[in-house]
T-cell receptor, first 116, second 112 residues
Framework: ETGVTQTPRHLVMGMTNKKSLKCEQHLGHNAMYWYKQSAKKPLELMFVYNFKEQTENNSVPSRFSPECPNSSHLFLHLHTLQPEDSALYLC???????????????FGPGTRLTVL | QKEVEQNSGPLSVPEGAIASLNCTYSDRGSQSFFWYRQYSGKSPELIMSIYSNGDKEDGRFTAQLNKASQYVSLLIRDSQPSDSATYLCALDRGSTLGRLYFGRGTQLTVWP
């Protein structure tokens, strides 16, 4: 449980607020991910960072803005969200994106976001 | 066509039985396959990973992969009530490393 941490664990915000989600991994990994999990839907990949560089943006609206200052930290900045953005936001990390196959991804506990 | 298909369940088995969870996928280029367990209100936790055809065993869990049939399964032997959770099948498509595709998950209930 302590390999990947996320704060805050719960967040309630209005549509005009600006907030940030934080993720930190203590596993020595070089790849980090943001996922969104909504009720009754599969986990959706949002962003991928490898060695601090963004390698994937899965057509995410610009009201979600990721930041990866180093391989251990990942942020998701939130601005003018919609009620349909309410979901569980999960951070994950893996060794890196080298090699011939995908490494195992380890998830943090998630931030339960409610947009009013 | 969904990339990853799972029977949403719920699957209900008695304690001590074998629970069989199935997953099919559409892209033959998929190379890495993962089973995650997710308790209600918690984050996904890795159970098994499998990369080659055949069986892979870890304790009470066995993952089976058949790339020709595009099928991956998870067997849980001697099921316990603590195994009650949603099981997520995930895979990559081989084209973009790090991009996992998840199924909707199968809800498993093990009753005493």
């Amino acid at each position: 449980e302590t390999g990947v941490t996320q704060t805050p664990r719960h967040l309630v915000m209005g549509m005009t607020n600006k907030k940030s989600l934080k993720c930190e991994q203590h596993l020595g990994h070089n790849a980090m991910y943001w996922y969104k999990q909504s009720a009754k839907k599969p986990l959706e990949l949002m962003f991928v960072y490898n060695f601090k560089e963004q390698t994937e943006n899965n057509s995410v609206p610009s009201r979600f803005s990721p930041e990866c200052p180093n391989s251990s930290h990942l942020f998701l900045h939130l601005h003018t969200l919609q009620p349909e953005d309410s979901a569980l936001y999960l951070c994950a990390s893996s060794q890196d994106l080298a090699g011939e196959s995908t490494d195992t991804q380890y998830f943090g506990p998630g931030t339960r976001l409610t947009v009013l | 066509q969904k990339e990853v298909e799972q029977n949403s369940g719920p699957l209900s088995v008695p304690e001590g039985a074998i629970a069989s969870l199935n997953c099919t996928y559409s892209d033959r280029g998929s190379q890495s396959f993962f089973w995650y367990r997710q308790y209600s209100g918690k984050s996904p936790e890795l159970i098994m990973s499998i990369y080659s055809n055949g069986d892979k065993e870890d304790g009470r869990f066995t993952a089976q992969l058949n790339k020709a049939s595009q099928y991956v399964s998870l067997l849980i032997r001697d099921s316990q009530p603590s195994d009650s959770a949603t099981y997520l099948c995930a895979l990559d498509r081989g084209s973009t490393l790090g991009r996992l595709y998840f199924g909707r998950g199968t809800q498993l209930t093990v009753w005493p």
